[in-house]
């Protein structure tokens, strides 16, 4: 269905299939909120079938996650300037195919690596759904339909832990652990025609370039300070993957301050420091991280 209403300053103008797009790009982006949670629960089993070390185990929560962070800020630039609609729905076919190579991995690194898949289109689906929001919803109906989103991903996290431990033991098909995986298919199928049909293209028309040189440094200093972390103590803490965290930290810090001091013309900044003077949303910050960082860690 095409967007039944015009943008203006990107914005739709009381588009009346709201709610319903609202309630298919929730549905979607349900796979990711799942998806942080319904692997834990199936770990024992797939280090069985798979014969993954605990590092590898590890690296099939902290793949998805990490590839979740490093691309979440530049796909909503790319939303922006592409469209949301269009990023979304490659976001929910990239996340559906990748389940299933998830799901026919022979070996840690096949899955280690589909996971990675998985975490860049959930991060392509995420600010599509945040910014078309806002786009359809004024007023009082856009706290309603962020307060719905906030308690369907307080729901999915939770659900995601007993549909894991519910999918591996029934053992479907003789699937075993891979269904937690082949249970994303349908739900990808199903959303990708309604998207389709019911969610409205929006943008922004002033949007700037994405920084893909920015989202590149932060991609590296991600992986350079996660990967100290999750093999250091497997390897000895040799005296490199000290350097290495460093030189994460480092370029954390050097992609915050050329951000905030040096903006490029006709390019959309990467992070926005100055977010955090709002109180609200230090507070709204200082509640998810500490969630988020919990949610990835999982007991082998």
Same mark, same amino acid.
Request: hydrophobic share 55%; charged share 15%.
């Given at each position: 269905?095409?967007?039944?209403?015009?943008?203006?300053q990107? #914005?739709?103008?009381?588009?009346?299939? #709201?709610?319903?797009?609202?309630?298919?790009?929730i549905?979607?982006a349900?796979?990711?909120?799942?998806?942080?949670?319904?692997?834990?629960?199936?770990?024992?089993?797939?280090?069985?079938?798979?014969?993954?070390?605990?590092?590898?185990?590890?690296?099939?929560?902290?793949?998805?996650?990490?590839?979740?962070?490093?691309?979440?800020?530049?796909? /909503?630039?790319? %939303?922006?300037?592409?469209?949301?609609?269009?990023? $979304?729905?490659? %976001?929910?076919?990239? $996340?559906?195919?990748?389940?299933?190579?998830?799901?026919?991995?022979?070996?840690?690194?096949?899955?280690?690596?589909?996971?990675?898949?998985?975490?860049?289109?959930?991060?392509?689906m995420?600010?599509?759904?945040? /910014?078309?929001? #806002?786009?359809? $919803?004024?007023?009082?109906?856009?706290?309603k339909?962020?307060?719905?989103?906030?308690?369907?991903l307080?729901?999915?996290?939770?659900? %995601?832990?007993?549909?894991?431990?519910?999918?591996?033991?029934?053992?479907l098909?003789?699937? /075993?652990?891979?269904?937690?995986?082949?249970?994303?298919?349908?739900?990808?199928?199903?959303?990708?025609?309604?998207?389709i049909?019911?969610?409205?293209?929006?943008?922004d028309?002033?949007?700037? #370039?994405?920084?893909?040189?920015?989202? /590149?440094?932060?991609?590296?200093?991600?992986?350079?300070?996660?990967?100290p972390?999750?093999?250091?103590?497997?390897?000895?803490?040799p005296?490199?993957?000290?350097?290495?965290?460093a030189?994460?930290?480092?370029?954390?810090?050097?992609?915050?301050? $050329?951000?905030e001091?040096?903006?490029?013309?006709?390019?959309?900044?990467?992070?926005?420091?100055?977010?955090?003077?709002?109180?609200?949303f230090?507070?709204?910050?200082?509640?998810?991280?500490p969630?988020?960082?919990?949610?990835?860690?999982?007991?082998?």
């Amino acid at each position: 269905m095409e967007a039944m209403a015009t943008a203006v300053q990107g #914005r739709i103008q009381r588009y009346p299939g #709201r709610w319903l797009a609202a309630a298919v790009m929730i549905g979607a982006a349900t796979m990711d909120l799942i998806d942080l949670t319904i692997v834990n629960v199936a770990l024992p089993t797939i280090r069985t079938d798979l014969g993954a070390s605990g590092t590898q185990l590890e690296w099939v929560i902290s793949a998805y996650m990490l590839a979740f962070a490093a691309a979440l800020i530049v796909s /909503g630039s790319f %939303g922006d300037l592409l469209g949301r609609k269009r990023v $979304f729905i490659a %976001g929910i076919a990239t $996340f559906g195919i990748a389940s299933l190579a998830a799901g026919l991995s022979q070996t840690p690194d096949e899955l280690i690596a589909a996971r990675v898949v998985q975490g860049v289109a959930a991060a392509a689906m995420i600010p599509q759904l945040l /910014g078309t929001f #806002r786009s359809i $919803f004024d007023g009082e109906e856009r706290g309603k339909v962020f307060g719905l989103y906030g308690a369907v991903l307080g729901f999915a996290s939770a659900i %995601g832990l007993v549909l894991g431990g519910v999918l591996t033991e029934a053992d479907l098909f003789g699937w /075993g652990w891979r269904t937690v995986f082949f249970v994303n298919i349908p739900v990808a199928l199903v959303s990708l025609v309604a998207a389709i049909r019911v969610v409205p293209e929006s943008s922004d028309p002033e949007a700037g #370039r994405p920084d893909l040189a920015g989202a /590149g440094l932060l991609a590296g200093a991600i992986v350079a300070i996660a990967y100290p972390l999750l093999e250091g103590r497997s390897l000895g803490w040799p005296a490199w993957t000290w350097i290495m965290f460093a030189a994460g930290v480092g370029a954390l810090v050097v992609l915050v301050t $050329f951000t905030e001091r040096r903006p490029r013309a006709g390019v959309a900044p990467l992070l926005r420091t100055r977010m955090f003077r709002i109180p609200a949303f230090s507070a709204a910050c200082s509640t998810v991280i500490p969630f988020l960082a919990t949610t990835g860690r999982s007991s082998i």
